[in-house]
């Protein structure tokens, strides 16, 4: 089946503007490129979720007409980005033109939300969508859900599949990951390529500014003073993101928060698209065992795309971003 699944999709291959073959021009001019999101712009209030003692996300729902009787979608953003991520809107959006509700979730801190919870957010954090997911079966009641993740919520979306495997709730129909994180070992390792320093010290700038907001909030529980040696995503991991987590070290961090060892057991329909010339998410991984074994994961690897990129020539239906096009028909391909 999935290989049916990857051969539909790639009727519409990715072809990359002709000037942005090179994968660090993927990355970053997609980034910049701005969205037009109409229906967003009508469409879309901010709702808080509970997600256990203590903590509380925020994240933007735009509902059809009649939510209960449409499928929904929750888009979860990558390392550092939030529900205003252009990434984000840009699905969202195709989401509501296609007849989803769409629902953009802020993890935990993200999205001027640090006053929401004293905890940070990580790679392997499933609970909270767990608690989200719950919330909308009963209380929504909600009958058809899908999880689209990019790059760090890529990795939670297939982390949480994996963990409840074949007891998954009838409504969690799909899930869909764009630029997965999901070896985080050696998303460490190439993060830290001297190629890569562009991304490196933005990603690690914006966690220095996080956690400092974060200590002015709570300054019994985050030592500030301790930033002065951190000047790498791993160093940070290990001062804060990992003992703060309830992790051994960052070694035990990256291992335990990774989805791949939960890949076999993902139990729904998921599809997951990948670049092989993503800068910092190598591509091994995803021809391991794991991935390559499981019949309900579909692969869809391209030479080109960098990390979430996916800037394409031609436009289709006045839109140029073909991973998000691809993961909405995804979610709309009858699959038995």
Sequence with gaps: MKN???????????????????????????????????????QSEPRYFDAGPGVRVLAHCSWQQDRARCPTVLILHGLEGSAESSY????AEKALAAGFNAIRINHRNCGGTENLTPTLYHAGLTDDLRQVLSELMENDGLQEISLVGFSLGGNIALKLAGEIGSAAPAPLKRVV????????????????????????????????????????????????SRLRGVWSIREFDSVYTAPHSGFRDVADYYERASALPHINRIAVPALIIQSRDDPFIPFAPFESQEVASNPNVALMATDHGGHVGFLAAAAEDGDRFWAEARAVEFLRLPIK
């Design 177 to 224: 990951a764009i630029s997965p994180s999901l070896d985080l070992p050696s998303c460490a390792d190439a993060i830290e390529a001297r190629s890569n320093l562009l991304y490196h010290m933005s990603f690690l700038l914006s966690l220095r500014g996080r956690l400092r907001r974060k200590a002015r909030l709570y300054p019994d529980r985050y030592d500030e």
């Design 88 to 91: 984000m809107l840009g699905t």
């Design 4 to 42: 049916e699944i990857v051969k539909h999709l790639f009727r519409k291959p990715f072809i990359p503007h002709s000037a942005l073959r090179n994968a660090h021009a993927q990355t970053i001019i997609s980034s910049l490129v701005p969205r037009r999101t109409p229906r967003l712009d009508r």
